[in-house]
């Protein structure tokens, strides 16, 4: 592992969440003018969002989680299977590669009720976080080799695209 390779997966995915949220947002005008209301009601006008704030904002919380649901910045995982394993009737050989579809996971119609809409209130309705607990949401991973940078990537997404829109 390279300081560029942790470079790029520090940069990278950021910009290409920021980029999701944002044109999510300006298709659904209605959902952009909620999310300017809760900074502006926690927040106020007077000064920048800043990550302190971020706790007290989870409408904003829930179109980051709603984002990485349907555009994960990774979509296929690898792995490769240690030994022999029927899965849902699937035989997997040892020593093969194996992708996780994390993408396909978070529109399974079997988990998530219309799957292709973009409603960040399902957040609101359920408790469900990011973080390789909930298997129909993946965006970091899960398990030893998970996202190292889950917690320093939330708080800057959310700090960057919260004080973005805040703006507009
Ligand atoms: C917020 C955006 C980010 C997303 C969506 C993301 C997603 C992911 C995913 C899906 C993996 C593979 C996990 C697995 O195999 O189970 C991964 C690995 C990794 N990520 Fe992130 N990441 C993000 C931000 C970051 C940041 C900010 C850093 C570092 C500062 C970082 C560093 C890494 C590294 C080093 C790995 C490889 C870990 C390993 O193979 O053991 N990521 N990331």
């Known amino acids: 592992m390279s300081f560029q390779n942790i470079f790029v997966a520090g ?3 950021l910009a290409l969440i920021a980029e999701w ?3 999510e947002l300006i298709n659904h005008p209605n959902i952009m003018r909620k999310a300017i209301e809760e900074i502006d009601n926690v927040v ?3 000064r920048l969002l800043q990550e302190s704030d971020i706790q007290n904002l989870p409408y904003l919380q829930a179109i980051i989680k709603e984002t990485l649901r349907l555009h994960p ?3 296929m995982i690898p792995r490769k ?3 022999d394993r029927t899965v849902a009737g699937y035989h997997i050989q040892a020593n093969i590669d194996i992708f996780i579809n994390v993408w396909a996971l978070g529109i399974d119609p079997d988990y998530w009720e219309n799957p292709l809409a973009f409603r960040p209130e399902r957040f609101l309705e359920k408790q469900m976080d990011v973080r390789g607990q909930h298997y129909e949401l993946l ?3 899960s398990g ?4 190292p940078g889950t917690s320093f990537g939330l708080q800057m997404i959310h ?3 919260g004080a973005m829109i805040q703006c507009f």
């Open 139 to 141: 965006p970091f991973g």
């Open 44 to 46: 106020g006008k007077n």
């Open 159 to 161: 700090a960057t695209f």
């Open 144 to 147: 030893r080799r998970m996202c």
């Open 21 to 23: 949220a944002l044109s």
């Open 11 to 13: 940069t990278d995915n």
């Open 81 to 83: 299977a240690t030994e």
């Open 73 to 75: 910045p990774i979509p």
